[in-house]
């Protein structure tokens, strides 16, 4: 289980899979699977039951499915192309995210 460099709410472009080259935000991060929810990217049509208790009504209902962190990489904010990512620390001593390609710092 290799460190997550994503975040939520970062843009990112999906290298690998049947969506690939579609680009989307991070919805989500599970780090102990390693794997990331990107909003629409990688749907998948789930069949509910209706449930009166929860408000459900039931029927096909298309939604976003987990991916491979591998298969994604952020998008650099400056020159919207992907990236990789690197740690610094600023000169108050916290640390950043910065993109390598500009070196321009991530929220």
Do not use: W
């Amino acid at each position: 289980m290799a460190k997550v460099k994503i975040k939520k709410n970062d843009q990112v472009l999906i290298i690998a899979g049947k969506d690939r080259g579609a680009v989307g935000k991070v919805l989500r991060v599970f780090p102990e699977t390693g794997r990331a929810i990107v909003e629409g990217v990688n749907l998948i049509k789930r069949h509910t039951r209706p449930n009166p208790n929860k408000q459900v009504q039931g029927g096909v209902v298309e939604r976003e499915a987990a991916l491979d962190i591998s298969n994604v990489k952020v998008l650099d904010p400056e020159t919207k192309k992907p990236t990789r990512i690197g740690r610094r620390r600023r000169a108050d001593g916290t640390s950043e995210r910065y993109a390598k390609k500009s070196g321009t710092a991530l929220s």
